[in-house]
Antibody
Framework: EVQLVESGGGLVQPGGSLRLSCAAS????????MHWARQAPGKGLVWVSH????????GYADSVKGRFTISRDNAKNTVYLQMNSLRAEDTAVYYC???????????WGQGTLVTVSS | QSALTQPPSASGSPGQSVTISCTGTSGDVGGYDYVSWYQQHPGKAPKLMIY???KRPSGVPDRFSGSKSGNTASLTVSGLQAEDEADYYCSSYAGSNNFYVFGTGTKVTVL
């Protein structure tokens, strides 16, 4: 059974940093692109970032480019999202998702809440 | 990259059909056959319902179908059931610079 479990969310002050983790199980992580998406309270989904199975290619939404860094450790079955220079508008539930079919996210974790506030 | 445009709400009675539109541009919906649809119940993670415009993942009922014409994609839910009441989001690949874009979301109510 495919499982994705996010962790690392919490309350952080504006300008601060946070690292999210996504523990994957039930499939071979290295074979899949992995994504992060977010959803601000009461708002819609927004794609954030993705990383190729072997880690050689990454992509970011303009809103986080230069501040967020996606990475992965296939040996630890974990994907990461390092978030720096956090802003109030980064407050959201962050979801980890698998890119199992072309250009789609076929399995999602339950999400971890990040709150940026002083 | 602007979000794809969806109607805020749609509704139908049990057994009826409801269709949700998703309008983008030639740079996303119109340019690629990579439109997906996600269902999200309150407080839950999204679930993939349709990918590549009209393909259903294993386990998704055939009451859910997708289509595309030009810059607009559509999701049709036939034979509405109470459990179909949820938020629905479209998504499209948007090229190697913008990657992916989601729609604004549509709340489907089963009357």
């Amino acid at each position: 059974e495919v499982q994705l479990v996010e962790s690392g969310g919490g309350l952080v002050q504006p300008g601060g940093s946070l690292r999210l983790s996504c523990a994957a199980s039930g499939f071979t992580l290295s074979s899949y692109w992995m994504h992060w998406a977010r959803q601000a309270p009461g708002k819609g989904l927004v794609w954030v970032s993705h990383i190729k199975g072997d880690g050689t290619s990454t992509g970011y939404a303009d809103s986080v480019k230069g501040r967020f860094t996606i990475s992965r450790d296939n040996a630890k079955n974990t994907v990461y999202l390092q978030m720096n220079s956090l802003r109030a508008e980064d407050t959201a539930v962050y979801y980890c998702a698998r890119g199992g079919v072309p250009a789609s996210l076929d399995y999602w974790g339950q999400g971890t809440l990040v709150t940026v506030s002083s | 990259q602007s979000a794809l445009t969806q109607p805020p709400s749609a509704s139908g009675s049990p057994g009826q059909s409801v269709t949700i539109s998703c309008t983008g541009t030639s740079g996303d919906v119109g340019g690629y056959d990579y439109v997906s649809w996600y269902q999200q119940h309150p407080g839950k993670a999204p679930k993939l319902m349709i990918y590549e415009v009209n393909k259903r993942p294993s386990g998704v009922p055939d009451r859910f179908s997708g289509s595309k014409s030009g810059n607009t994609a559509s999701l049709t839910v036939s034979g509405l059931q109470a459990e179909d009441e949820a938020d629905y989001y479209c998504s499209s690949y948007a090229g190697s610079n913008n990657f992916y874009v989601f729609g604004t979301g549509t709340k489907v109510t089963v009357l």
